[in-house]
């Protein structure tokens, strides 16, 4: 049966998840699908949206696809590859592009029916590809070109088939919105119905459906994820029915797991409890260095520990569900639809957990959520503000903004002058650095060095030297700037694993970032600020601190957070003044090409 609601079927791009977004925004139910969806599921959507991607239809890996989506009668809207995949598969033609064209350009519409309706004559879109559509299948003509682009807007009336070329759900597009609108909307015919209370019910339904007899066993870590989590399953099934579990892994936040505990007590959650499993933690990510391994590691222990409680608790496995706090991006993140490029394994997606996904075994009432949204449905069930409102805190924690090292080193000269010819054009200095972090650049995962700038700017010259480095230099991912000492005359590598003495250095360094947020009202304007540890002595002691302030939507993207200069300050000298901290550096690179973490 008919839902009303828009299916979007994913064909790999990084701001795919933005389509979706955009449609709530309009207030109808949107829903992110495999290309590969059955029929069935396809069906139910008032209409289709395919999404860009990075590939070219002409590539023998190109995503795959149900070609019945141009069976099903509904209206389609292709989006870059989709439409350039729509244009090849109904008897146009697409030219390999050897040229990407990327930016802004100008459209002039040329008919204002349906999808452009209520537009300019002219509109501003934003452009990224490489081929184009060269000539169109029967039934359909151009609505609107660019000087570049004959087919940037194309439709097929009869059908109720669209394609642009460009990308109308980012914000670089400024009537963007209003163009899905009059797709949504005006062209598939859909109510604007999908609001935060409709999906509390939905989803309420939907859980007691899965769950059925069972009961639901849930990781809390006292984020804002888990705890809304909670609170909605505690809603569906009764609290009698769901048990929370707060693992202490050492990776914490200064005194976090306490006041975890009794803040769940003050909102009247009784049916937890607490296991402190740092020893178990520190043991299982021994020896390791690399980011993914750690991360894995981690992701296992979780499920060893929660399958321990929960023997211990005498509660039956067969009874019992996992149930967990993800929303989408942990999802996107993780390749966890079939054509995203993998950039970080999240905790809450490593091999076990996705073995007990496929058989039913998981319970994940957010999954289909933004943080923007989950923060919403938050105070609707009556959490209150400083929870619903607190920074996204991922589940590895510490553990993965403490680097570490095998104390091996690649010679950097030769990128070193590179990124010195740049710096010097804005009057400073460059040092490449011997750690690694990672980035995301074209959808797909990078592992690079940072890039250290010395001397006198503000932040506009900071973000300017840090773009171009960057986009120049493909060995550099992220660019930070010296806070502190004043001059670096040497830059060692340490070689070491997480330690209990490390992460207890960069947890005070965490507290005193976070308070000092606090004490100065920034915590609204800052979207997370991780504090990160670099294995690195700095002429011949202690080792690096960064301070990673961003602003955000949904972390999809961010921007690097300008602080005052004050403010910083007192971060600055509080933090040099711990014992074994000796430099301190401002993360000044927006995601991408960074990502928010560093590993
Ligand atoms: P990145 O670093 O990829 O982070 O820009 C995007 C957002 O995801 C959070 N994050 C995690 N959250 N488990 C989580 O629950 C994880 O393993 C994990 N890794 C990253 C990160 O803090 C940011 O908000």
């Given at each position: 049966m008919e839902e009303n609601k828009i299916i979007v079927l994913d064909f790999g791009a990084q701001y795919g998840h933005l389509i979706a977004r955009r449609v709530r925004q309009l207030h109808v139910f949107s829903e992110i699908l495999e290309p590969t969806a059955p029929l069935e599921e396809l069906k139910k959507a008032k209409g289709i949206i395919l999404s860009g991607g990075p590939s070219s239809v002409y590539d023998k890996d190109a995503p795959a696809f149900n070609p019945e989506i141009f069976s099903l009668g509904k209206p389609i809207l292709g989006l870059c590859y989709g439409h350039q995949l729509m244009a090849q598969q109904l008897g146009g033609k697409v030219e390999k592009g050897n040229v990407r064209e990327f930016g802004t350009a100008e459209l002039e519409i040329k008919n204002k029916e349906g999808l452009l309706a209520d537009l300019g004559e002219k509109e501003t879109v934003w452009m990224s590809h490489g081929d184009k559509v060269e000539s169109l299948p029967q039934?359909?003509?151009?609505?609107?070109?660019?000087?570049?682009?004959?087919?940037?807007a194309v439709a097929d009336f009869s059908r109720n088939y669209f394609g642009l070329q460009f990308h109308p759900e980012v914000t670089h597009t400024p009537n963007g919105l209003k163009i899905l609108e009059n797709f949504v909307l005006g062209v598939c015919g859909c109510k604007q119905d999908w609001t935060i209370e409709n999906y509390i019910e939905q989803k309420c339904e939907d859980v007691r459906k899965q769950v059925g007899k069972r009961n639901v066993f849930l990781l809390a870590s006292g984020g804002v994820d888990s705890t809304v989590a909670l609170a909605l399953l505690d809603k569906a099934l009764g609290a009698k029915r769901v048990y929370a579990l707060h693992v202490d892994t050492g990776f914490m936040r200064k005194d976090e797991s306490s006041a975890v505990e009794k803040a769940l007590k003050d909102l009247g959650y009784n049916n937890f409890h607490v296991v402190n499993a740092e020893k178990e933690f520190f043991e299982a990510v021994k020896g390791l260095v690399e980011p993914e391994e750690k991360r894995k590691a981690i992701g296992e222990k979780f499920i060893e520990i929660q399958n321990r409680e929960l023997r211990k608790l005498n509660m039956k496995p067969e009874d019992w569900l996992l149930g967990q706090g993800t929303i989408y991006p942990d999802t996107i993140e993780t390749a966890g639809t079939k054509n995203a490029a993998r950039i970080k394994t999240h905790h809450n997606r490593v091999d076990s957990i996705k073995n007990?996904?496929?058989?039913?075994?998981?319970?994940?009432?957010?999954d289909?959520?933004?943080?923007?949204?989950?923060?919403?449905?938050?105070?609707?069930?009556?959490?209150?503000?400083?929870?619903?409102?607190?920074?996204?805190?991922?589940?590895?924690?510490?553990?993965?903004?403490?680097?570490?090292?095998?104390?091996?080193q690649d010679d950097l000269s030769a990128i070193d002058e590179k990124a010195n010819v740049i710096a010097k054009e804005f009057g400073l200095e460059a040092k490449v650095l011997p750690v690694k972090s990672v980035g995301v650049q074209g959808d797909a995962r990078t592992y690079a060095h940072p890039c250290a700038l010395i001397g006198k700017a503000n932040w506009e010259t900071l973000e300017k030297a840090s773009t171009r480095i960057t986009n120049e230099?493909?060995?550099?991912?992220?660019?930070?700037?010296?806070?502190?000492?004043?001059?670096?005359?040497?830059?060692e590598l340490i070689a070491t694993d997480l330690n209990a003495s490390r992460i207890e250095v960069l947890r005070e360094a965490d507290a005193i970032a976070m308070n000092e947020t606090q004490e100065n009202g920034m915590m609204k304007e800052i979207w997370q600020f991780p504090t990160v540890m670099m294995p690195l002595h700095v002429n011949e002691k202690g080792e690096s601190i960064v301070l990673r302030p961003v602003e955000s939507l949904e972390a999809m993207t961010a921007r690097f957070y300008p602080m005052k200069y004050e403010v910083l300050q007192k971060i600055v000298k509080k933090i040099m003044a711990l014992e074994s901290v000796s430099s301190i550096f401002y993360d000044v690179t927006h995601k991408p090409p960074a990502t928010i973490e560093w590993e």
């Open positions: 039934g359909f003509e151009v609505i609107g070109s660019t000087a570049d682009c004959e087919a940037a007990l996904i496929e058989a039913g075994l998981v319970v994940e009432p957010l289909q959520l933004y943080k923007d949204e989950v923060r919403e449905l938050g105070e609707q069930l009556g959490l209150p503000k400083e929870m619903v409102w607190r920074h996204p805190f991922p589940g590895p924690g510490l553990a993965i903004r403490c680097l570490c090292s095998d104390g091996k230099i493909r060995e550099i991912n992220r660019v930070i700037w010296l806070l502190a000492p004043e001059n670096i005359d040497s830059i």
